[in-house]
């Protein structure tokens, strides 16, 4: 079989899998108005109430954070979190909804970590992502830097870094320096691209992947979650008990 019929072969469709069995959204965009995820509070509300039609228990929303378009303090995104707490309550929607952040590797990151002014969750975990065009110089050091503070770093989304799509090691060597990894589930249906989705399964097959997130930040993500839960890979990764949702 050729790459590209491989790279474009038919994924295996199976019956739709129950997301209760990861229990807790570790990433999402809910909080209104605070970045390019939901623009406000009725939209954030039927987001969360497609969420629990789906299966799961808890959400951890993680609004970005990021110096150059979204400089959300910790205060805004707490505040936020009050806010939409209070209209899920008004709405007798009663799943647990708690708050970190999506923090983009650059200075600013930097400077948050040494005043240790990071939101995190579970045990100390803290959600960040890299840049899409080319990997930061500065990983390992900021890796460096989070670990010393006592924080437990999970990398967002790595199979949509396409610098790494060949250099499989270097996933393994994150994994290797207790650095989690979290997938989106949304890359297994090839949204992002074909690349994006191989990358997700070849991290599932090699048992790289902990966390499991959707990643929501609008009415077509709940779409493209959905259709995930008949894909094979996503079968294969709940059933490896490897995933780390439900200690969140």
């Known amino acids: 079989m050729s790459f590209l019929s491989k790279l474009f072969r038919k994924q295996k469709v199976l019956e739709p899998i129950d997301l209760s069995l990861v229990g807790t959204d570790m990433h999402s965009h809910l909080i209104p108005g605070i970045d390019d995820g939901s623009p406000n509070t009725e939209v954030s509300l039927d987001l969360i109430r497609k969420l629990i039609d789906l299966g799961y228990s808890k959400i951890i929303t993680t609004p970005h954070v990021m110096s150059d378009y979204y400089r959300n303090s910790s205060s805004d995104i707490l505040r936020g979190l009050d806010q939409l707490r209070e209209a899920l309550q008004k709405e007798n929607i009663t799943i647990p909804v708690e708050a970190a952040a999506e923090y983009f590797l650059d200075e600013h ?3 948050l970590i040494a005043e240790k002014d ?5 045990d100390n975990h803290v959600l960040f992502e890299l840049s ?4 930061p110089a500065s990983l390992k050091k900021v890796l460096f830097e989070l670990q010393m503070a006592g924080y437990k770093p999970i990398l967002a989304h790595p199979e949509r870094y396409p610098y790494w799509h060949k250099e499989f090691d270097k996933y393994r060597e994150l994994v ?3 650095v989690f990894l979290q997938l989106n589930i949304n890359s297994l249906t090839g949204t992002y691209s ?27 993500h ?21 995933l780390l949702n439900k200690t969140l």
């Open 222 to 242: 709940i779409q493209l979650t959905t259709q995930a839960r008949s894909q094979a890979a996503l079968h294969q990764l709940i059933a490896s008990n490897k």
């Open 176 to 178: 290797d320096r207790d």
């Open 194 to 220: 074909p690349q994006v989705q191989k990358c997700g399964e070849q991290l599932i097959q090699e048992g790289l992947i902990q966390f499991l997130g959707t990643d929501c930040h609008h009415h077509g």
């Open 109 to 111: 990151f930097e400077k």
């Open 118 to 122: 990071v939101l995190t969750f579970g």
């Open 132 to 135: 899409f065009m080319t990997e």
